[in-house]
């Protein structure tokens, strides 16, 4: 199984909604990673767990919560988001911990509207 | 500061060949990936290089000098489906990707 899976593929949520983009890798990998992606642009790198714990936070407003419940599952919460968030959430895993250099598997991504 | 560079956009016919450079100017190397995106949906892997000089993979080949911060993709026999963004990024000394805007190319019959 070398597939990353998320959910839903879709979501458009109000600014005052609160919701939650779900991932799940069964590839043993122990590196998870969220990235946003803007149409025409490359990912950009949100959170990265690494062996369950968050080991970098690219700076990310608090208005996205990151939560690894266990090593095959990620999940990112969503509360309060403005239209600017509205993007591609692509989540990714990858063999090992961060600091090696393995290449990371995308999921299909989240299409993700905030009106 | 950290910089990655490839054509915006390249446009090539079916079965012939294409060259996509990428320049880079990262704080340390850990390796260069090339990934390929279709549009709405996730990049998927298509090669890696740490070391200097060619690796192939089928149709496809990926080229690394480190000495001049230099990489290229080479698509043969292009096809229609082959139609893509192709995304240059580069693995910095902390591990982390650095990746380049993307090159859209688009395949003619």
């Known amino acids: 199984d070398t597939e990353v899976t998320q959910t839903p593929k879709h979501l458009v949520m109000g600014m005052t909604n609160k919701k939650s983009l779900k991932c799940e890798q069964h590839m043993g990998h122990r590196a998870m990673y969220w990235y946003k992606q803007k149409a025409k642009k490359p990912p950009e790198l949100m959170f990265v767990y690494s062996y369950e714990k968050l080991s970098i936070n690219e700076s990310v407003p608090s208005r996205f919560s990151p939560e690894c419940p266990n090593s095959s599952l990620l999940n990112l919460h969503l509360h309060a988001l403005q239209p600017e968030d509205s993007a591609l959430y692509l989540c990714?895993?990858?063999?090992?911990?961060?600091?090696?250099?393995?290449?990371?598997?995308f999921g299909p991504g989240t299409r993700l509207t905030v009106t | 500061g950290q910089n990655i560079d490839q054509p915006t956009e390249m446009t090539a016919t079916e079965g012939a060949i294409v060259q996509i450079n990428c320049t880079y100017q990262?704080?340390?190397?850990?390796?260069l990936f090339w990934y390929q995106q279709h549009a709405g949906e996730a990049p998927t892997f298509l090669s890696y290089?740490?070391l200097d000089g060619l690796e192939e993979k089928g149709r496809f080949s990926s080229f690394l000098s480190r000495s001049k911060g230099y990489s290229y993709l080479l698509l043969k026999e292009l096809q229609m489906k082959d139609s893509a963004s192709y995304l240059c990024a580069v693995m910095d000394s902390n591990y982390q990707l650095i990746w380049g805007a993307g090159t859209k190319l688009i395949i003619k019959p």
């Open positions: 290089n740490v």
């Open positions: 990262t704080s340390g190397f850990n390796g």
């Open positions: 990714a895993s990858s063999q090992a911990g961060t600091g090696m250099p393995y290449e990371q598997y």
